[in-house]
């Protein structure tokens, strides 16, 4: 990227009410067929519309086009029964029905290829495209088959390295893959979890991303948070891996958060997707409290490595609020930027 600063979401973006229930995670679709196909596409372009609105320099789909971030993917697989469901517990939070894998998992035709490719047709700016991370894969599953966390995760490592290869054919310039669980099973991160995310990236030319946050703004996740005390140091586990990782970029929960943000000195030499719009409030924060989160973190990162983000998706949002908040990350990049071409 040649702006600095350049703005980017971390990926969820509300969707209108009339293709989906909205501020709902997993909300049903109010259209089928043709209608959805065509709905899904008008929503993508609306999707853009507004990034570009706002001035986000780095634009995505907003998810328009899938019901959630992980199980969409899933479901179009080989091997796993949506109708035979578990509850299972959630990055050890909270109990959810989730689909079981019941066979050898396989991609017998790509997922988000063709959503991609329109994407790419329908702007010049640079793309991010998001992907579930392995883990975070397994741990919205029920295993009946592999019995094993991580070879089920290596498996669908080669599947994700698979779409990831098509995607980036297809124009995509940057691909994210979201690990929320990195923040929950630490032992397994260093053991199998980063070299799964690597396996995934494997043989891409385009730059790679891993986004680690603490959940979208559900009763769930904000009372897990309450939990966790004055200081958040999961982050200290996880960076050092992914420092000497071969990903290129970590997305990462910044404002509002008790994240201490010494700890992005752990990824010196990455690119970081610092999260300075929280997602778990509807407050819309000012061109200066994005500036404020900016500038703390350019004590530990160089700004040509920091790109301004949101903490997560936004999809449990209205899309006014949604609007709101893009436009002050927006204005907030244009502040320090322009502070730091004066200086």
């Known amino acids: 990227m040649t702006t600095l600063l350049p703005t980017s979401t971390a990926g969820s973006l509300p969707k209108p ?76 939070r909270y109990d959810a029905s989730v689909p079981t894998v019941v066979g050898p998992v396989a991609r017998r035709q790509p997922v988000f290829v ?26 919205t599953l029920f295993d009946a088959h592999y019995s094993s966390r991580e070879e089920l995760a290596w498996e669908f490592a080669g599947i994700l390295n698979q779409e990831a290869k098509e995607l980036e054919a297809a124009g995509v310039d940057i691909i994210q893959f979201d690990e929320p669980a990195f923040n929950v099973f630490f032992d397994d991160v260093d053991d199998w979890g980063v070299g799964a995310l690597e396996r995934a990236t494997e043989g891409l030319s385009c730059r790679t991303a891993v986004h680690i946050c603490y959940g979208y703004g559900i009763k769930a996740n904000t009372d897990w948070k309450q939990t ?42 990455k690119t970081v997707m610092v999260g300075a719009i929280d997602v778990a409030t509807t407050t819309v924060e000012t061109p200066e409290d994005v500036a404020d989160t900016i500038r703390a973190a350019l004590q530990y990162v160089d700004a040509e ?39």
């Not at 990350?329 to 200086?343: F, K, P, Q, T």
């Open 17 to 92: 009410s009339w293709l989906a229930e909205p501020e709902t995670l997993w909300s049903p679709w109010r259209l089928d067929g043709e209608e959805l196909a065509d709905g899904k596409r008008d929503a993508l372009r609306l999707s853009l519309a507004e990034q570009q609105h706002a001035g986000i320099d780095i634009v995505g789909d907003g998810e328009q086009t899938r019901q959630h971030f992980v199980t969409t993917f899933i479901e179009h697989l080989d091997g796993v029964d949506f109708q035979t469901r578990q509850t299972v517990r959630i990055r050890d």
């Open 114 to 139: 063709t959503d991609a490719a329109f994407l790419r047709s329908q702007t010049d700016q640079p793309i991010k495209w998001a992907l579930p991370g392995p883990m975070t894969m397994i741990d």
């Open 228 to 269: 966790l005390g004055d200081e958040w140091r999961q982050y200290e586990r996880t960076f050092p891996k992914l420092q000497s990782s071969s990903i290129d970029i970590v997305s990462l929960e910044c404002h509002n958060s008790h994240v201490p943000l010494e700890l992005i000195e752990l990824l010196r030499g």
């Open 305 to 343: 490595n920091l790109y301004p983000s949101t903490n997560c998706g936004m999809a449990p949002l209205t899309r006014r609020v949604a609007q709101g908040k893009l436009h002050a990350l927006s204005a907030g990049a244009a502040i320090v930027r322009s502070e730091l071409a004066g200086a």
